[in-house]
């Protein structure tokens, strides 16, 4: 049921979408495509956290672009979601992030609807998990293990949070590397703090994002290692980190 609260007065202006991407300049072109009429619309704020590598994207597609700020992380050669969005956060002025992939599609119904539901939710005593939509149908693949994802099959979710409440419980534990079970881990420490998630699939079913389907493989050992480590997550809090 929607909360009749008016706990904020959230605009677009407060709003930060936090970026991170490794290896995939074709899909950052793709997404800025995709959504670059929004976030000129609705004067989002966009921060880029990118892996350094030999395949960077064309910055050149961005130049003189107001709204968006790019950082280059050295991680070295190892992928760490983790580590590019507390990254973003980290460098985030406004108090409102949205923590976003390079395989997300933000919808009309999301503009629509997003300033309603952050406005009428208590940011310091919940977060949103945006529903996430495959566009496709999709076959993933690990060590001949086949995966089928059906089209507008739900796909995990994506956060919106205080930037002080996800700095405050440590942000994602960077322990985790790739990606997987990182959101889960620091959805149990938020919980532990008594922040709790408001899933928008079940209340607001117009305010949801998309996931661009992608044939591929599957998270693999990385995320067995970060399944182990959100098995064993006890604390209610880390240290926040912006490095492995």
């Not at 409440?165 to 008594?194: A, H």
Request: with cysteine.
């Amino acid at each position: 049921k929607k909360n009749s609260t008016n706990y904020n007065n959230i605009n677009f202006q407060d709003i930060t979408i936090v970026l991170c991407l490794k290896n995939r300049p074709k899909r950052f072109k793709l997404y800025y495509t995709l959504n670059k009429s929004f976030f000129e619309k609705y004067n989002i704020k966009l921060i880029i956290t990118e892996g350094k590598s030999n395949n960077m994207i064309d910055t050149s597609i961005i130049k003189d672009v107001n709204y968006i700020t790019h950082y280059v992380v050295d991680i070295k050669d190892v992928w760490s979601r983790a580590v590019l969005l507390n990254y973003g956060v980290d460098k985030c002025k406004t108090g409102t992030v949205i923590l976003s992939d390079i395989d997300f599609i933000y919808t009309h119904g999301f503009w629509n609807n997003i300033l309603d539901l952050l406005n009428h939710t208590d940011l310091k005593k919940s977060f949103i998990g945006l529903a996430l939509y495959e566009t496709e149908k999709t076959i993933h693949d690990n060590n001949n293990n086949k995966v089928i994802r059906d089209k507008y099959e739900p796909y995990s979710a994506c956060y919106i949070i205080d930037k002080n409440v996800f700095i405050t419980v440590g942000g994602f534990d960077t322990k985790m590397i790739g990606f997987g079970w990182e959101e889960r881990e620091l959805q149990k420490r938020l919980l532990k703090n008594k922040v709790e998630t408001i899933y928008t699939g079940l209340n607001y079913p117009y305010c949801y994002v998309l996931h661009y389907s992608h044939t591929g493989k599957l998270r693999g050992t990385p995320s067995l290692k970060n399944f182990d480590l959100l098995s064993k997550s006890k604390t209610s809090k880390i240290e926040f980190k912006t490095t492995l």
